[in-house]
Nanobody
Framework: QVQLVESGGGLVQAGGSLRLSCAAS????????VGWFRQAPGKEREFVAA????????DYADSVKGRFTASRDNAKNTVYLQMNSLRPEDTAVYYC???????????????WGQGTQVTVSS
């Protein structure tokens, strides 16, 4: 069983940066890949980024590639999403999720956090 808690969201101006954290419980967290997803009001949840358990593999949605970077510190049971050059269209609730093996589909993830709000003003 893995429990995930996101933090680091907030209000930022366009062009600014935020770093989200996903803190996990469970001694086996280092075995899990972690995905980041977001959901804006009235829209479906969408894939943002994913990182393998070793951090060797990462995957990004085209809309964030070059702006967002996923990383992890397994000793701290924490995964990060560094978000730079933020745009108003990045405004959403951001979720982290865990599963064995990197994936893009939300329904393939087994464990989810509660989400953290990111708001980018123009």
């Amino acid at each position: 069983q893995v429990q995930l808690v996101e933090s680091g969201g907030g209000l930022v101006q366009a062009g600014g940066s935020l770093r989200l954290s996903c803190a996990a419980s469970g001694r086996t967290f280092g075995s899990y890949a972690v995905g980041w997803f977001r959901q804006a009001p009235g829209k479906e949840r969408e894939f943002v980024a994913a990182i393998s358990w070793s951090a060797y593999y990462t995957d990004y949605a085209d809309s964030v590639k070059g702006r967002f970077t996923a990383s992890r510190d397994n000793a701290k049971n924490t995964v990060y999403l560094q978000m730079n050059s933020l745009r108003p269209e990045d405004t959403a609730v951001y979720y982290c999720a865990a599963r064995f093996g990197i994936a893009r589909a939300a329904d393939e993830y087994d464990y989810w956090g509660q989400g953290t709000q990111v708001t980018v003003s123009s």
